[in-house]
């Protein structure tokens, strides 16, 4: 068997890397019981939207009828408050019917955008415009400048609509928060959320391979039963 030296040896480095890996052994387990318990539909915030019909336009101008004729390399047909518009090159907004070029939607229309796309009784508490987020904001990674809708909810609900292409963008509310911070200590990934290599959590990872290895051995070296195995 082990020498009693090794074994404290092993047995104060489990010890340690327990109390040190604690905490994110515990925000792991903790997170995790979160997402197998939770629609992520709702997370989404599907409940806080209703169903859209898709809308029909006739009568619409070619792009060779739009003065400049611009060069497409990406185009798509939107709807902007009952009105066509062609979203070209990600980057330009045409009304499909005069031609004319549209810089960015109004306050008014970001309401409607998101009256249509919200349940009517969702009560609008203010109206926000933001053209920059932080690292950590609940929009970042998306189309900037936007209107914000905040409305009188428990559940602090916002809804985001892009000021540049009129395209309503997300719903927030506290659960995705929660939600959110869960899958930050989940994933350690404390900017962007979502990569998995980053070098605290492989670091984690295989700290915690070692602590339940130091475990099994700790459990081998230890054991009554083995003693008399080896005795015989």
């Given at each position: 068997?082990?020498?009693?030296k ?24 903790i ?7 939770t ?99 609940e ?31 997300r ?34 990872s ?11 051995l ?15």
């Amino acid at each position: 068997m082990v020498k009693r030296k090794t074994a404290i040896l092993i047995r104060k480095a489990h010890r340690y890397l327990g109390i040190f890996l604690g905490i994110q052994f515990l925000m792991w387990t903790i997170s995790g019981l979160y997402f197998s318990w939770t629609d992520i539909d709702e997370i989404h915030g599907d409940q806080f939207k209703k169903e859209l019909k898709p809308m029909m336009h006739t009568n619409l101008l070619g792009l060779d009828s739009i003065s400049p004729v611009p060069v497409v390399s990406s185009l798509e047909l939107r709807t902007i408050v009952d009105e066509p518009y062609y979203w070209v090159n990600d980057s330009i907004l045409i009304h499909a019917k005069s031609g004319k070029v549209k810089s960015k939607i109004t306050e008014e229309e970001a309401l409607q955008v998101a009256s249509a796309h919200m349940l009517t009784n969702l009560e609008v508490s203010s109206v926000d415009f933001i053209t920059e987020v932080g690292k950590h904001h609940e929009y970042r990674g998306r189309s900037l400048p936007a209107f914000v809708i905040s409305y009188n909810h428990p559940e602090h609900v916002k809804a985001y609509v892009s000021a540049i292409d009129g395209s309503f963008q997300r719903v927030r509310h506290q659960s995705w928060r929660w939600f959110d911070f869960l899958w930050m200590t989940h994933t350690m990934d404390y900017e962007g959320r979502d990569d998995f290599n980053t070098i605290v959590l492989r670091i984690f990872s295989l700290l915690g391979l070692i602590t339940v290895l130091s475990g099994f051995l700790l459990w081998y070296i230890s054991s009554p039963t083995l003693r008399k195995v080896f005795k015989r």
